[in-house]
């Protein structure tokens, strides 16, 4: 079977050949992307808005990077909460149009904290009984399964798409957390700890609660984890698992499948593993030259980086650079005064050695490349989940927790505004038969 599969996919190398300059002379965008890297649009909305440049005469200029929330500044979205946490009122604004007053907050809370319970029998039959060891697929198959315990799971208008949004955000800390113990007792052959949501509880409060074995945490590592939760609920709906969304959920299909297929975009490296590529390399780099290292020290390892001679050959500096920020984004600037914060609790040095790497790489890259850039979320979000203890099996899963409502609202807006199946085209450039 092996050798004729390898001749076979052999041949097909051969005569399946695309020439690369057929793309240009039939004007297809790869990847959606016009030719000065903007994207193609795709549809329009008032969920959720990305800035990180200007176009003049058809080039992308840099400029600070904003990103709103219903026309609300992130920055602003994150104040707006005070000393109480703020991604269910995150949650509340995406879905409604605005950010709520004390009432509208209290009664929303209330709401999302009655569904944090799983259906009886979930835990054990669903998440318990088939460990993976992805944890995204895991946590895929398991909303998936929740479209068997909706007593109208194929019913998408999109007031009861609400309701069920409401209800699947309300379960993720119990489904990330627990499927992440699911692997670490039967694949990892560690101690199971199961404990229960406490409705008291915020959204963060409980995926710490509910994923660290001994179930305790302090104020500003809830707190850490709850402004990470604000600034992934959503990025647009040009980004892929968003638009992978919107293309499933536009044939009116059931949300779960419509999450789902959103969930298996944002496992791909390219999309949400971009904080564990950083850490990693962040490591590497820590390993080889010490938290101590001078600027000098430095500057050398990222020449090295940038020549493909250090961590992966790439030549890429995780956690820097981004598709439309240009020369700020607005996520990284507030993980930035998380991370330090919590560095500072915890006496750790690490962040002191980010920072400086970060405005190094920066100067390194408009010194060696004339690039206008910035480091992106994933540069503090990955340093951010080490301290807290977060095993890296759920860096992913709490980002897509966090996405959900983003996914949703997008998904509501095209089925209202929109409602058109995604249906684009390819140009057949292979060969005819006469």
Known sequence: MGDFLKKKFQELLKDGFIEPSLYDEYKVKRGLRNDNGTG???????????????????????????????????????????????????????????????????????????????????????ILKNPSKSLMNHISRSILSLYSFDENPDDIEPFEL??????LIGKMPAIISYSLQAKTHYLDHDALHIHFPKKEYSFAENVLYLSRNDGKFTDLEAKTLDTCLMVHADHGG????????????????????????????????????????????????????????????????????????FFDQTGLIYGIGHAIYSLSDPRCELLRGEAEALAKEKNLKKFEFY?????????????????????????????????LGIPRDLFIPIFAAARIVGWISHDIENLLYCNKIVRPATKYVGKEEK
């Open 162 to 167: 609400i309701k069920k949004a409401i209800s």
């Open 355 to 387: 920072y400086r790497f970060e405005k190094l790489a920066l100067k390194a890259l408009k010194e060696k490349k004339g690039m206008d850039c910035c480091a992106n979320v994933d540069f503090y979000s990955g340093l951010i989940y080490e301290m």
């Open 40 to 126: 193609v649009l795709v549809g329009l909305t008032k969920v959720c808005e990305v800035s990180g440049y200007t176009v003049v005469d058809n080039v992308k200029q840099p400029k600070k990077g904003n990103l709103y929330y219903r026309g609300i500044d992130i920055a602003d979205v994150a104040n707006m909460c005070g000393d109480d946490f703020g991604y269910e009122n995150t949650c509340f604004l995406l879905l409604f149009g605005h950010y709520p007053n004390e009432a509208e907050a209290k009664e929303f809370r209330e709401l999302l904290s009655e569904e944090y319970d799983l259906p009886e029998g979930f835990l054990e039959n669903i």
């Open 238 to 309: 040009g980004n892929n698992s968003a638009f992978v969304g919107t293309v499933v959920s536009s044939t009116l299909t059931d949300l779960y499948s419509m999450i789902s297929a959103s969930m298996a975009s944002l496992k791909g490296p390219r999309h949400g593993g971009a904080n564990m590529a950083n850490l990693d390399m962040m490591n590497e780099v820590i390993n080889e030259i010490g938290l101590d290292a001078t600027d000098d020290e430095i500057n050398k390892i990222i020449e090295k980086i940038l020549n493909k001679k």
